[in-house]
């Protein structure tokens, strides 16, 4: 796992500036945070499990649930929430057919009562999440995923980077980018940047889809069986 000082000189490296004092690292830093939320939301994007974790947390009297409760750790390994992937100890999916359609009032999920619903339905109210059934004080078993600690947090260049391993080139590519993407010739500069760093996304992406049931490709002796197909 490499570390901030490793990254930002990779970083200078990318950007010909090994030795230049025109980047320093406080700002450096903070242009290394947004690389690595937007990194992590990419891979998060195309694995959704790949940070996943059990949580569990208590609503409160309108059966909402502080986003602040959802983070796990402390300091730099402070994690913190992105995403409800689903409900933990919930009924499982039920396979029907034969099935008769009979015309019915329509049914507005939001107005139901408590326990009128078969399934758990979730969303975004500010700086909560809210449920239906609505449940209050009961406690929330959820499975997430989620964010590291943004370096901005944090003054250690010794700090290790939470990173998919044998990657860590990417991030400073990409913070390399950011530092000379100001126009003109190191514009130029940073697309090049990003045209090179192109093959080594596509791998990583490759990489950690490959053990989900969409992979980005599939090599000639896998089983298509085994994928879903």
């Keep these: 796992m490499a570390t901030v000082r490793q990254i930002f000189d990779s970083a200078r490296e990318w950007a010909d500036g090994v030795g230049a004092n025109r980047w320093k690292p406080a700002g450096m830093r903070v242009l290394l945070s947004a ?11 195309e694995c959704p499990n790949y940070r996943a974790e ?11 649930l502080p986003l602040v409760d959802l983070a796990q750790g402390t300091g730099e390994t402070r994690r913190t929430f992105y995403r409800v992937l689903g409900p933990r100890g919930h009924r499982p999916l039920i396979l029907v057919a034969d099935l008769t359609y009979v015309e019915g009032d329509p049914i507005y999920p939001l107005a139901l009562a408590e326990g009128a619903l078969t399934g758990r339905l979730w969303w975004r109210e500010g700086d909560r999440l809210r449920f239906l059934p609505a449940r209050p004080h009961s406690l929330a078993r959820l499975q997430i995923s989620t ?7 944090s003054g250690n260049d010794d700090q290790s980077v939470p990173w998919v391993e044998g990657y860590e080139e990417i991030l400073g590519a990409e ?55």
Excluded: C, F, N, Y
């Design 54 to 64: 059990p949580v569990a947390a208590p609503l409160d009297g309108e059966g909402a």
């Design 147 to 153: 964010l590291p600690q943004s370096l901005a947090a």
């Design 35 to 45: 690389v690595h939320r937007a990194a992590w939301v990419r891979v998060l994007t």
């Design 175 to 229: 913070l390399a980018r950011l530092m000379l993407g100001k126009g003109g010739a190191e514009g130029a500069s940073a697309r090049e940047i990003a045209d090179l760093i192109g093959p080594s996304w596509r791998a990583l992406l490759t990489e950690v889809r490959r053990a989900s049931t969409g992979p980005m490709s599939m090599q000639a002796t896998d089983d298509p069986r085994d994928w879903g197909g």
